[in-house]
C-alpha cells in the first residue's frame, strides 16, 4: 500500500519484501498505466491547438445576438408586458357568463371591466384603461423602425458589389415617384424595351457613375415593397444563413406589428369609455363600450331599412289592394250563373254548318217526295257529329273572339262542343258548331276570290291567332289582305292556308272582336311593362292606335303603350285549369312581378300551385291559382325574344 500510493510509477529495491506472484502484478499494472499516460498525452498535445481556436461567427449568428439585446420581450415591449401591471387572475370563477374568451363582469364595471379567459378555469381581468398605450405604441413604432434599419444594413453588408450592382437598379426604380416612372417610360424606345427589367435599366443608366457609385455605397430602404426584390438577391447569391437571419427577424417584426394593432384596438376601447358622460340624475349605469358600439349599430340598421323599405312597404299595399279587387271580379263573374251555354252571341246566331263561299246555299223549308212544302220540325244536325279528338280551329267567342287551334274534348246538346286549346292544355271552352271549322274548310289563299272573306293567321302574333280579313288582290307569290283592324294590309304567301268565311261572319267576328278590344278599358291587367320589362299588375286607361295597343298605368307609376297579346286582362280570361308541367306567369311575393315558372304540383283543392321558377336557380314558390296564367311555349320564347330586344 506505501509503494502505490507514493507515485504513479512502481520501484522495487532489495530491501522490499513481497510474494513473487505480487510483484509480477505490479509491474505488470505499472507498464499498462506507463504506455496509457503516453498516449493521453500525445492526444492532449494534438487537441489543445483546436480547442484553443474562436468560432467564426455566422450571419445567423449577428441577427441571434442582436435580438438578445433588442428583441421585444428584452425590451419589455410585448402586449403583456404592458398590461401585466394591471392585471388580477382569478382561480375557478363561477356565475360569470364567457362569450368568446372575453367576459363583461358587472363586479367589476368600473374597475376592470375586460376580462380575458387566458388558460382553463381560470380568468385574467385587465383593466387596460389605466395603461399609457399612447407612449406604448410610440415606443414600439421606434423599436419596429429600428429593425428595418438593421435588416437593411444587415443585407447590404452581406451582399458582394457584383449582387448590389444588379439589384440596385431594381430598387432605385422603386425610389422614384409616379410621375418619374411614367417620363421615363416614354422616353425609352420600343426597342430597347423588352422587359420591365428593361426599363429599370434603362433609368439606372440615365444616372452618372458617381450618382450610381453613391446609391451603392448608400443602405436601401428595407420595406414591404422592396423585401422581396432584396430576399430574391440573398437566394440567387445562396446566402442561406443571411437569409434565414432576415427571416428570423421578420418574425419579430410580425408580433411586434400584432402587438400594435392590439393595442390600437385597446385604445380605441379607451376613447368610447372617455366620450361616454354618467347620469348623475337618474344614476344610470355607464353603458359598457362594447355593447354601445353593437347597440348603435343595431339602431343604424333598423333606421336605414324603415327609411329604405318605407315606400316598398306602401307600393306592397297597393299592390295588394289591386290584386285583391282583380280576384274579387274574376269571383264574381264565375260566380254568375250562366244563361245558356254559349252566351256571347244573340239568338238568332245561325247555327247551320260553315260553308266555303263557292258552295252553294240551301234553302229554308224542305219538300216532300211529292212536292208539297213541310214546315221546319227540330231534326238532328245536317252534319255528323264531331268525334273526341278531332283537330279543328274555333272561335274563342268568350274570351277573346280570336281563332285558335283546338281539339275537340267531347259533345254537348243543340250542337255544341267541349274544346280544348291545342297550344294551352286544360284550358277549356263550350263553342257552337257554326264556330268550328275543320281541316277540310281549307283552302290555299291563291284559289280564294278577290273581295271575298277569310280567317287567316295574324302575321308576328305569338298567339298564333287566326283574325278575320278581307281579300285585295292577288299577285305572283302574294296575296295582298287587310285585316279586321284596317292596318297597313299584309302580303301573304298564297300557298297559306286559310278559313274562308261568309259576309256574315266576317261581320259578326269583327263586331265581337272590336266590342272585346272596347270592354278592356278601366279594366285591371297583367302585362309586360316595356319600361322594366316585367310582368306587372296595371290598369288599361283606353284603346289606341289600331286597337291592338293600350294605354296601361303600371302599379310601379310608369304609364305605357302596349300590344294586347302582351296583355292578360282579368274580364275575360278564360278560368285556366291548371296542369303540371304548364307553363305559366306566376306571382312572385318577393317582388310582387309575376315570371314565368312551371307547375310542379297541385294543391287537392286545386286553390294553390307549386311553381318551380324560370331563369331563378330554379326557386319554388306557393301562388294562388288565381295569380297564375297558363302561357304556350310559343308565348313564352317570344316574350324572352321581346325582353331581350327592347334591352
Known amino acids: 500500500k506505501v509503494i502505490t500510493t507514493q507515485t504513479n510509477r512502481i520501484y522495487i529495491n532489495s530491501n522490499q519484501w513481497l510474494l513473487p506472484e505480487t510483484e509480477e502484478y505490479l509491474r505488470r499494472n505499472d507498464r499498462q498505466e506507463t504506455h496509457t499516460t503516453i498516449i493521453e498525452y500525445e492526444e492532449e498535445q494534438q487537441v489543445t491547438p483546436i480547442s484553443l481556436t474562436k468560432k467564426i461567427p455566422t450571419p445567423f449568428d449577428e441577427v441571434k445576438s442582436y435580438l438578445k439585446k433588442n428583441s421585444l420581450v428584452t425590451k419589455g415591449l410585448t402586449i403583456f408586458d404592458v398590461l401585466y401591471p394591471t392585471t388580477i387572475t382569478i382561480k375557478e370563477p363561477t356565475h360569470i357568463q364567457i362569450i368568446d374568451r372575453y367576459v363583461l363582469s358587472k363586479v367589476w364595471d368600473d374597475i376592470l371591466p375586460l376580462a380575458y379567459g387566458s388558460y382553463a378555469s381560470k380568468l385574467r381581468l385587465v383593466n387596460h384603461y389605466a395603461v399609457n398605450l399612447e407612449k406604448y405604441e410610440m415606443d414600439l413604432k421606434e423599436l419596429i423602425s429600428e429593425y428595418y434599419q438593421f435588416i437593411a444594413r444587415f443585407i447590404w453588408k452581406n451582399l458582394n458589389d457584383e449582387d448590389k450592382k444588379q439589384v440596385m437598379p431594381t430598387i432605385y426604380w422603386m425610389s422614384i415617384s409616379q410621375e418619374g416612372q411614367d417620363s421615363l417610360a416614354r422616353e425609352i424606345t420600343k426597342d430597347e424595351y423588352i422587359n420591365q427589367n428593361s426599363l429599370e435599366i434603362f433609368a439606372w443608366k440615365k444616372l452618372s457613375i458617381d450618382e450610381q457609385n453613391t446609391l451603392l455605397q448608400k443602405t436601401p430602404v428595407y420595406n414591404e415593397t422592396t423585401q422581396i426584390v432584396l430576399k430574391n438577391v440573398l437566394k440567387n447569391a445562396k ?58 349599430s343595431l339602431i343604424e340598421k333598423i333606421e336605414h331599412r324603415n327609411k329604405v323599405h318605407h315606400k316598398r312597404y306602401h307600393e306592397l299595399k297597393i299592390t295588394i289592394e289591386d290584386h285583391t279587387r282583380v280576384i274579387r271580379i274574376i269571383q264574381e263573374q264565375l260566380s254568375k250563373p250562366p244563361v245558356r251555354p254559349y252566351p256571347p252571341y244573340p239568338a238568332d246566331v245561325p247555327t247551320s254548318p260553315i260553308t266555303p263561299p263557292s258552295s252553294r246555299s240551301t234553302t229554308g ?39 285558335y287551334k283546338s281539339t275537340i274534348v267531347e259533345p254537348k246538346k243543340s250542337d255544341y262542343y267541349v274544346i280544348e286549346r291545342t297550344d294551352l292544355r286544360g284550358i277549356l271552352s263550350i263553342i257552337p258548331r257554326s264556330d268550328i271549322f275543320l281541316k277540310s274548310n281549307h283552302c290555299r289563299l291563291k284559289d280564294v276570290d278577290i273581295k271575298s272573306f277569310a280567317l287567316i293567321q295574324y302575321p308576328d302574333d305569338c298567339r298564333n291567332c287566326f283574325c278575320p280579313a278581307v281579300i285585295l288582290h292577288h299577285d305572283k307569290a302574294t296575296t295582298k289582305v287587310r285585316f279586321y283592324d284596317c292596318i297597313p294590309d299584309k302580303d301573304i304567301d298564297n300557298h297559306q292556308d286559310i278559313i274562308p268565311i261568309k259576309k256574315e261572319q266576317f261581320e259578326q267576328y269583327v263586331a265581337s272582336r272590336i266590342e272585346k278590344e272596347k270592354s278592356l278599358e278601366n279594366q285591371p291587367t297583367v302585362g309586360l311593362n316595356p319600361c322594366t320589362n316585367t310582368f306587372m299588375l296595371g290598369t288599361i286607361k283606353k284603346r289606341v292606335g289600331n286597337g291592338h295597343e293600350y294605354l296601361i298605368d303600371w302599379w310601379n307609376g310608369c304609364k305605357n303603350e302596349q300590344k294586347d297579346e302582351f296583355l292578360f286582362p282579368g274580364v275575360f280570361t278564360q278560368p285556366d285549369n ?54 304556350s311555349e310559343a308565348y313564352y320564347h317570344k316574350i324572352i325574344e321581346q325582353k331581350h330586344t327592347q334591352h
Not at 282 to 296: G, V
Not at 377 to 399: C, I, Q
Open 239 to 296: 446566402a442561406e444563413l443571411v437569409l434565414k437571419g432576415v427571416s428570423h427577424m421578420d418574425v419579430e417584426i410580425k408580433r411586434a406589428v400584432k402587438f400594435l394593432q392590439i393595442s390600437t384596438d385597446l385604445r380605441h376601447h379607451q376613447k368610447l369609455a372617455v366620450n361616454e358622460s354618467k347620469s348623475t340624475v337618474t344614476h344610470t349605469t355607464i353603458i359598457k363600450p362594447i355593447l354601445d358600439k353593437i347597440l348603435k
Open 365 to 403: 223549308t224542305d219538300t216532300s217526295s211529292e212536292g208539297t212544302p213541310t214546315s221546319r220540325t227540330p231534326t238532328p244536325p245536317s252534319t255528323p257529329r264531331l268525334k273526341p279528338g278531332t283537330k279543328v280551329y274555333a272561335v274563342w267567342s268568350n274570351d277573346d273572339g280570336l281563332v
Open 578 to 631: 291548371h296542369q303540371v308541367n304548364n307553363i305559366v306567369l306566376a306571382f312572385d311575393e318577393n317582388d310582387s312581378l309575376y315570371k314565368p315558372a312551371k307547375i310542379h304540383s297541385i294543391s287537392n283543392d286545386r286553390k294553390t300551385l307549386q311553381v318551380k321558377f324560370i331563369h331563378l336557380s330554379s326557386r319554388q314558390a306557393n301562388v294562388p291559382a288565381t295569380a297564375a296564367f297558363v302561357i
